[in-house]
């Protein structure tokens, strides 16, 4: 039987193999990767210490277990012509196998408290930074520093739909990376806008769910400069698998200069908003916006998806513009249609709407100055 | 009343008779294990490589909520109920449940709940795709329209598996055949009494929370949502409470089988038979103390971190010594390897993995990085698959000849094991991996560096479920062409059972028998 069996693996084995070594992969993607990274942070660290230790526990457990098993099977059985025995009670040796365990288990009860204790001391932080999870991006506040984006994963659908040639950083690349200052003690702010949404960087042993209405703290010490890459890892709805976490990790001097850089990118689109644009510059913007924004739910060609996002063909697109937008400034309460008045700036909300207003035959043939935007929310 | 079974559909529809009552749960279960299946394999056929290939994520993530619904309350929860109706009143001297209209109304509601829940998936907005878990406010405020359905489908699963268990603890308190003595039931009649109060304890507070979420969905109360002053955390509470019970309901019951199992095939009485009771009762009862281990990410004091991680650990210990228990009784018995002792044999290895990979997860800053990954997944197929699941093959396998008084085709029951054997073990230990390395669940598309073991895992779970059509065919296949069996079938079998003629007659036990 056993012979068989092993022939059986070989042969249920081979056509993977070869499947697998013939597959084209970007090469700087590592491969067959087992087990859990170390990291960058005190806390990644000590969590990989406990894990490894768990791990060898477990397998000596396993390996003493097994070995009892196997010796009964292959000793004890009855075509070696052995008669069973009769013994089938013993207060001694209950006790000593609930007692090993127990002591196995408060021995790891020691390091598995003083690990947490250290990950929930989130006090001391030098810089604090609020994340918001929306479906499905991130949004990354830098308190008291005036400083806010959001964060889109930037991998193109060409790519997921296998149309093109997939990335080194295939579903785990944002236009916008959060930065943060190495050798920094760094406290996250954690919550969401929305649905429930888990906020995971393996190399920082973080993740930490964010939740509507609640706010979770986690922190972190970098002190490796790097690019650190994660995911939600709360089902979030339909684009949960679509929406990383990239996190960079700058010498202090680096991040201050990213900082101001930042500062300095933000004022300047709050003064577009007193631009006046051509139709087609809001045509063209609106459609960037578009993608990045609303494709998700309401699909390239405008069609929504049935039942769940509506078309965008006809309705308050080809209504009063007042209406079209209250939709995209306010959201509609209650649906998945968040109030992107917040997350977008006036020119991009102006030019998204002209988009929706001119597109997919829409051809309403007007559109939105980024300042109508602003008198529409002052109004409101 | 004649004294055989009625003519026609009619016997079926109106039995109450724990004897076609059980077959049915253990065909619907069956069915449900396909239907189940088949959503598992849509779900592995799109993770086979990387990029969208076969479904929209939205329909991916109903096919995956869709699949733990299936499997836990259509082919696990009836599988035991099954296995219960037909061997605990053959297993005490009871001639049958102690509420037989009841147990019929029990199983018929059953597939109307099914019907309901998978006619949602062809609703505008499809079915369910909030996970089994319908975290709110997921499954409230951004639910598709077919969340009552689902909801009104849980309430009927509910109540069938509530009547269920009345019945099994009406039965085992009042039908035991002189004699019997609460010490001398057989262990699987003592994990399933114990299971029953878990079920009635439990349930309800499922009815509960589905209820909350209808409320919140259709009649504007915020139970789970903040900005109405209720509170999102609060659903994981209850769900949990009801669901890490609901693990053992599950498992408890498999316990019962291998403890049968095991000794027959070892020729050697069950090693250490009151502590396997006492273990069974305290893991029944720490499972009410450690709901919050699925929750050590949301932000818990840390006190309440602590607490549900030590009680965690501590539910290891009566685990293990249910597992040592076991491997005592191997020992130095006079062991043949017949089909249903392969799947107990793989039982308590895989069962064991299963548990170890428990025992790392309730690590609470370990679990910060394995919790929500395919670590998880695979933990949890450790123990329903080769655990729950393994357990009811066995059953099926050690018990038919007395149902239907023929031999299954032994060759053909061993290759079903080793494929399926092969093929679990295929899918689902490089999930360990593919989580450690960092893959979150319920993902439709994943990373190139996790690619090789989600292939090796789509190949694993065609292979496994190929396997299930074998099954199918060796259970049909011995029912209507197998050789005549014994009463005793299994040489080294005690038990009230194999006194019994093979097939067992429809009425059993009418006269009490006799207890040593
Ligand atoms: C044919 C064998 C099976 C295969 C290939 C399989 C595969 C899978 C996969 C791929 C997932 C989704 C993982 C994710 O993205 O979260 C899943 C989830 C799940 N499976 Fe299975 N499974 C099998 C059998 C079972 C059985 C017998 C049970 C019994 C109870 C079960 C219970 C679950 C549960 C509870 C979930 C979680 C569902 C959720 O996340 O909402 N599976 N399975
Ligand atoms: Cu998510
Ligand atoms: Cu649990």
């Not at chain 1, 004890?76 to 000593?96: D, M, P, Q, W, Y």
């Not at chain 2, 299930?468 to 049909?476: N, S």
């Amino acid at each position: 039987m056993l012979k068989r069996a092993r022939g059986l693996w070989a042969w249920l084995l081979a056509p993977a193999v070869l499947i697998i070594s013939n597959q084209t992969m970007a090469e700087e993607v590592e491969r067959w990767k087992l087990n859990m990274v170390e990291g960058v942070t005190p806390i990644s660290r000590e969590v990989y210490g406990l894990h490894m230790l768990m791990f060898w526990w477990c397998v000596v457990i396993a390996v003493v277990v097994f070995t009892i098993m196997f010796y009964s099977m292959i000793m004890h059985r009855k075509s070696r012509g052995v008669k069973a025995s009769n013994f089938h009670e013993s207060t001694v040796l209950e006790i000593v196998w609930t007692a090993i365990p127990l002591i196995i288990l408060i021995a790891m009860a020691f390091p598995a408290t003083t690990s947490l204790i250290k990950l929930y001391d989130t006090s001391e932080a030098e810089l604090d930074v609020v994340i918001t999870g929306y479906q499905w991006r991130w949004r990354y506040e830098y308190l008291d520093e005036d400083v806010y984006f959001f964060s889109n994963m930037s991998t193109p659908r060409e790519q997921i739909e296998g149309l093109e040639a997939r990335g080194a950083n295939y579903l785990l690349e944002v236009d916008e990376p959060l930065v943060i200052p190495v050798d920094t003690k760094v406290r996250f702010l954690i919550t969401a806008a929305d649905v429930i949404h888990s906020w995971w960087v393996p190399a920082f042993g973080i993740k930490t769910d964010s939740i509507p209405g609640f706010i979770n703290e986690a922190w972190a010490i970098v002190d490796t400069p790097g690019t650190y890459r994660g995911q939600c890892a709360e089902l979030c709805g339909r684009d949960h698998g679509f929406m990383p976490i990239v996190v960079e990790a700058l010498p202090k001097d680096e991040y201050q200069q990213w900082l101001d850089q930042k500062r300095t990118d933000l004022a300047e689109i709050r003064q577009l908003t007193e631009q006046t644009f051509e139709f087609e510059e809001l045509y063209q913007r609106g459609q960037q916006v578009y993608t990045q924004w609303c494709v998700a739910c309401h699909r390239a060609d405008g069609a929504g998806v049935s039942g769940i996002f509506p078309a965008l063909i006809g309705g308050v697109s080809v209504g009063p513009v007042e209406g079209h937008m209250d939709v995209v400034v306010n959201g509609v309460p209650g649906t998945a249609m968040q109030a992107f008045g917040e997350q977008l700036s006036e020119v991009d909300i102006a030019a998204v709407i002209t988009y929706e207003r001119n597109a997919w035959g829409n051809n309403m043939g007007d559109m939105v100055q980024p300042i109508d935007i602003f008198n529409f929310k002052q109004n409101d | 009343m004649a004294h055989g079974p009625a003519k026609g559909l009619r016997r079926w529809l109106f039995t109450t008779n724990h004897k076609d009552i059980g077959s049915m749960y253990l065909w619907f279960s069956f069915a449900m294990f396909i239907v189940g299946g088949i959503f598992a394999l849509i779900v592995r056929a799109e993770l086979f490589e990387p990029g969208l290939q076969i479904v929209d994520p939205n329909f991916f993530n109903q096919m995956t909520t869709m699949h733990g619904l299936v499997m836990v309350f259509g082919a696990i929860m009836p599988a035991f109920v099954g296995l219960a109706n037909w061997m605990i009143p053959l297993m005490i001297g009871a001639p049958d449940m102690a509420l037989p209209r009841m147990n019929n109304w029990s199983f018929w509601i059953l597939p109307f709940a099914f019907l309901m829940l998978l006619s949602t998936l062809f609703m505008p907005g499809g079915g369910p795709n909030f996970g089994w878990t319908f975290y709110a406010p997921l499954s409230t405020k951004y639910a598709p329209e077919s969340v009552i359905f689902f909801i009104f489908a849980v309430h009927i699963m509910g109540a069938s598996s509530i009547m269920g268990a009345i019945n099994i603890i009406a039965t085992v308190l009042n039908m035991r055949a002189p004699g019997m003595t609460l010490m001398k039931m057989p262990l699987f009649v003592w994990t399933w009494l114990i299971t029953a109060y878990l079920l009635i304890v439990v349930m309800p507070v499922l009815a509960g929370a589905v209820t909350m979420v209808l409320m919140d969905t259709r009649f504007g109360t915020s139970f789970f949502d903040g900005a109405g002053g209720g509170d999102p955390v609060m659903f994981q509470h209850i769900f949990w409470f009801f669901g890490h019970p609901e693990v053992y309901i599950m498992i408890l019951p498999a316990f019962g089988i291998i403890s049968a199992i095991i000794p027959t095939f070892a020729r050697k009485p069950l090693f250490g038979y009151s502590s396997m009771v006492y273990a069974t009762a305290s893991i029944a009862f720490l499972s009410f103390t450690v709901w919050a281990h699925h929750m050590f990410t949301v932000g818990m004091p840390i006190a309440g971190e602590l607490f549900f991680m030590y009680a965690t650990m501590l539910i290891a210990v009566p685990t293990g010594v249910k597992v040592f228990n076991w491997a005592a009784t191997m020992f130095k018995g006079a062991m043949t390897f017949e089909t249903p002792m392969l799947f107990a044999i793989a039982f308590v290895m895989l069962f064991t993995i299963g548990g170890l990979s428990g025992l790392m997860l309730a690590i609470a800053p370990a679990d910060f990085q394995y919790h929500d990954t395919y670590f998880v997944v695979a933990h949890f197929h450790y123990v329903l698959v080769p655990g729950a699941l393994f357990s009811i093959i066995a059953a099926a396998y050690y018990w038919l000849p007395k149902w239907s008084g023929r031999m299954y085709n032994e060759v053909l029951g061993k290759t079903h094991f080793w494929v399926a054997f092969i093929g679990l073990n295929l899918t689902f230990f490089p999930m360990h991996f593919a989580g450690l390395a960092g893959m979150p669940r319920r993902i439709p598309d994943y990373h190139m560096m996790f690619a090789d073991w989600n292939m090796i895992s789509s190949i694993g779970a065609l292979i496994f479920g190929a396997s299930q059509i074998l099954f199918l065919y060796i259970v049909l296949d011995a029912i209507f062409r197998g050789k005549k069996a014994t009463g005793q079938v299994w040489e080294g079998a005690e038990g009230l059972e194999w006194t019994l003629p093979s097939p067992a007659p429809y009425h059993t036990f009418s006269k009490p028998p006799e207890i040593k």
